[in-house]
């Protein structure tokens, strides 16, 4: 079985540019949930994605959102790009949501460099 | 709110030593608490987990038990390996936040032969 796949796996902008993600999780989940990784910051959640909808938020500003497809795969964009978003951007997908013991599978994540 | 505190790295050992990473979380109700290891270069893997109070999660010979009367959730193993170098995160969902992890910061170990 295919794992989260995460495409592209670099990406170089300069600023004020804006970026997508894409995410394809694991054939059969339904949730798709995104991450931020950074050094100062660590790992921090930014949303979560279930039956085309936003099911969870997480406390980033508007220039960042996301989607999801009837066939479960996500995008993530970044607005007005900042030399602060400069982070490896995770996708991870789980069964369902909302459940706090359901386990999410990671992807191998997007590294974006703005310049 | 909700977060999660472990150890600060690095932690650096001999093969075969005896590892313990501490974690410990602030939650409201009852989390699910879980361990991640992500190796250079790659995404999160899910070491263990624990769903409820006193119970023990444990995968390739790493444990980790779920004590609510300490609010923590340390990493052991018993004889560690080159192999096992990497960084490893302490993490927890909760009710309130549905599927959303909350992660520690992360400890890198480095094991040496």
């Given amino acids: ?115 | 709110g909700n977060s999660v505190t472990q150890m600060e790295g690095p932690v650096t050992l001999s093969e075969e030593a005896f590892l313990t990473i501490n974690c410990t979380y602030t939650a409201t109700g009852y989390p699910s608490l879980f361990w991640y290891v992500q190796y250079p270069g790659e995404g999160l893997q899910l070491l263990l987990k624990a769903t409820k109070a006193d119970d023990k999660g444990s995968n390739k010979g790493f444990e980790a038990t779920y004590r609510k009367e300490t609010t923590s959730f340390h990493l052991e193993k018993g004889s560690v390996q080159v192999s096992d170098s990497a960084v490893y995160f302490c993490a927890l969902s909760d009710h309130q936040a549905g599927t959303a992890l909350i992660f520690g910061k992360g400890t890198t170990l480095s094991v040496s032969s």
């Avoid at chain 1, 996500?74 to 069964?95: F, P």
């Fill in chain 1, 1 to 115: 079985k295919a794992g989260v796949t995460q495409t592209p796996r670099y990406l170089i902008k300069t600023r004020g540019q804006q970026v997508t993600l894409s995410c394809s999780p694991i054939s059969g989940h339904r949730s798709v949930s995104w991450y931020q990784q950074t050094p100062g910051q660590g790992l921090q959640f930014l949303f979560e994605y279930f039956s085309e909808t936003q099911r969870n938020k997480g406390n980033f500003p508007g220039r960042f959102s996301g989607r999801q497809f009837s066939n479960s795969r996500s995008e993530m964009n970044v607005s007005t790009l900042e030399l602060g978003d400069s982070a490896l951007y995770l996708c991870a997908s789980s069964l369902s949501a909302g459940l706090a013991k359901n386990i999410q599978y990671f992807g191998a994540g997007t590294r974006l460099s703005v310049l």
